[in-house]
């Protein structure tokens, strides 16, 4: 397996404690993007936003034929092309040329990233000016994460071959490798394979929001007890350009973690185990991961930006603090609506208008089913949006409110 840097927490306790590690630099302007991404929220952790202008909706996926078949063709393909290196690794007459073979196959998959990149990101802008429909939005996603797979599995099989033909890389083309998997990173993730697997049809449909602009896309779903949160800001993003995290003195990875604790305040504050940073090679892109008492963030920063263009939320529902945004009650019920933050999720309860005791009923948000309440009497929604909600119990009995 590609082997990542990792930063040790004890080290980078011992480094901050000495005082030697330089500021690291402002996120700063390259004409393209305000790199002040995060925003910040209230007693839960901060989350990446688009820019200004970005359009929400609320869209259930279900089974494409179409999607399947492209997906089942990004996989032969890779196969087939995994195969062929296979072979002209194996055939090649000397170690010079086994290193060529590796050589090519490496910049085909670096090319292959940047394609995919490039295609997602005109996917979204096609949707965002009305020439592409939701349904087909979600089956070019869908293609777009099973050839990512496939990338990162091919990089998987260029390590292990190498590795059992006993052929060490020169260190330039190692690192080449182990960079592939930043060039893919933004394309797939748990609610990116929940949306694949309804498109399939491998699992039940998918009620997903999203929030697209020219310069990015979020997904939010809620999955059992947990709101997943994906979001990806490729304008944050850069190319090309200096890392200013390589630039202050310090090690990288303690500039990238001294940026996190910068954009995550409230995370760091309440951390339950370490953090871990790491990187892919000699790239400008940083994952971060924080466990917090709200659940998990997978934060990835752009040393050329300083700034967080791909972020994965796992928020446990439960331990999520709530406000109550909107309430109504008539002589036989009564609902709530408790928002977590503006965009975040949103806890609906109903109960009896004494509020002592919780009723089953069904949710429909507009003229929309989504749901029903369990034996708490909530249902959680991954977003409202200054909509009605109905409740109806299988007594006949309903209520509305309206979140404003």
Known sequence: ??????????????????????????????????????????????????????????????????????????????????????RQFATAESRSAQIDTVRRAIEQLRTR???????????????????????????????????????????????????????????????????????????????????????????????????????????????????VREATRWTARADSGTNEFATNGSSPLVSAHQRAQAVYPWAFDNLVSNPSISGFGDSAIYPVRLSHAHGTLDAYFDGRTTAVFHEVHRL????????????????????????TTAEGPAKIVVSTPERTEPVAATLSVEDTTVGTTGADGQLWLARLDGQTVTASTARGNSISVTMG
């Open 1 to 86: 397996m590609r082997r990542r840097s990792v930063l040790a927490t004890c080290g980078l306790v011992a480094l901050l404690l000495v005082g030697t590690v330089a500021a690291v630099p402002s996120p700063t302007s390259t004409g393209t993007a305000d790199f002040q991404t995060v925003s910040a929220e209230n007693e839960t952790i901060n989350r990446l936003q688009l820019q200004n202008g970005a359009t929400g909706s609320q869209h259930t996926v279900d089974a494409d034929l179409s999607s399947t078949l492209a997906s089942d063709r990004e996989q032969l393909q890779s196969r087939v092309a995994s195969g062929t290196f296979q």
């Open 113 to 227: 990233g940047q394609g995919l990149r490039t295609a997602r990101i005109d996917a979204v802008r096609a949707y965002n000016r009305g020439e592409m429909t939701a349904t087909k939005l979600f089956g070019t996603l869908t293609r777009i994460e099973a050839a990512a797979h496939t990338v990162r599995m091919r990089a998987d099989t260029i390590d292990r071959v190498t590795q059992r033909h006993d052929v060490s890389l020169p260190p330039a083309l190692a690192v080449s490798l182990a960079r592939i998997d930043a060039e893919i990173v933004s394309l797939t993730g748990p609610l990116m394979e929940t949306v694949a697997g309804a498109t399939r049809g491998n699992r039940d449909p998918a009620r997903v929001v999203t929030s697209t602009a020219d310069g990015g896309i979020v997904l939010a779903g809620i999955d059992g007890g947990t709101y």
């Open 316 to 339: 446990q529902l439960s331990r999520l603090p709530t406000t109550t945004v909107a309430a109504n009650e008539t002589e036989t019920l009564a609902i709530e609506i408790n928002r």
